[in-house]
């Protein structure tokens, strides 16, 4: 394989689901798998996370099913906390694969979302431009996965060939996608990358 796709939450950060949930609950609504079953919270939800959609028209569409008086402030704060860290061992990797191999970024995420995972490399004393050849972020695209779209943005931008390709998420769909596109592509437990690759024969 010549090339190798990372999706970014669930699969280079860690998620943290246990405080999200709190974090939700905090602001009135279900925890997110919870979120995901009702469309009017789903819809909008996914969109603003995708960085699609603004975070003063997110937070207008979504107040109404949240508890009385919460603020935009709480919401915004509550889609956040379930970014976690990045562990170092991930760093690592990433610049060992680099070293022969092209490696990219392909994620679905917004403005803050990316923020707060630009803090993380830094902690490792690193960018992520010095990890990734090239990032592909939906919130600059304005195309999100599972949307073949994006995928075929990611193959015309760099010239890579998806059977010598291999692409990692923790998304079902995306994976569902990206295999359609001819990618090489496995399924990540949520933030389990290590065991996927060490099954793969990748790394370490």
């Known amino acids: 394989m010549k090339s190798y796709i990372f999706d970014l939450a669930g699969v280079i950060i860690n998620l943290d689901i246990e405080r999200d949930t709190k974090a939700l609950n905090y602001i009135g609504l279900p925890d997110f798998e919870g979120c995901l079953k009702q469309p ?8 603003y996370l995708n960085g699609l959609m603004p975070e003063e028209e997110y937070c207008d569409t979504i107040r109404p099913l949240c508890r009385a008086g919460i603020t935009d402030e709480e919401i915004l704060w509550a889609m956040d906390d379930v970014l976690d860290i990045i562990p170092a061992s991930r760093i ?3 610049k060992e694969l680099r ?3 092209k490696v990219y970024l392909l994620s679905n995420i917004y403005d803050r979302g990316w923020e707060i995972a630009t803090k993380e490399f830094r902690k490792h004393g690193v960018k992520p431009e010095d990890c990734f050849d090239q990032l592909f972020l939906s919130h600059h695209m304005q195309l999100a996965k599972p949307d073949p779209h994006i995928f075929q943005a990611v193959i015309d931008a760099t010239g890579i060939n998806p059977k010598e390709t291999y692409f990692f998420d923790d998304s079902r769909r995306n994976i569902t996608s990206a295999k359609a596109m001819g990618f090489q592509a496995h399924l990540v437990p949520m933030n389990q990358l290590e065991d996927v690759l060490s099954d793969l024969n990748i790394y370490p």
Do not use: D
């Open 40 to 47: 009017e919270i789903e819809v909008p939800t996914l969109a």
């Open 92 to 94: 690592t990797m990433l």
């Open 99 to 101: 070293k022969h191999h």
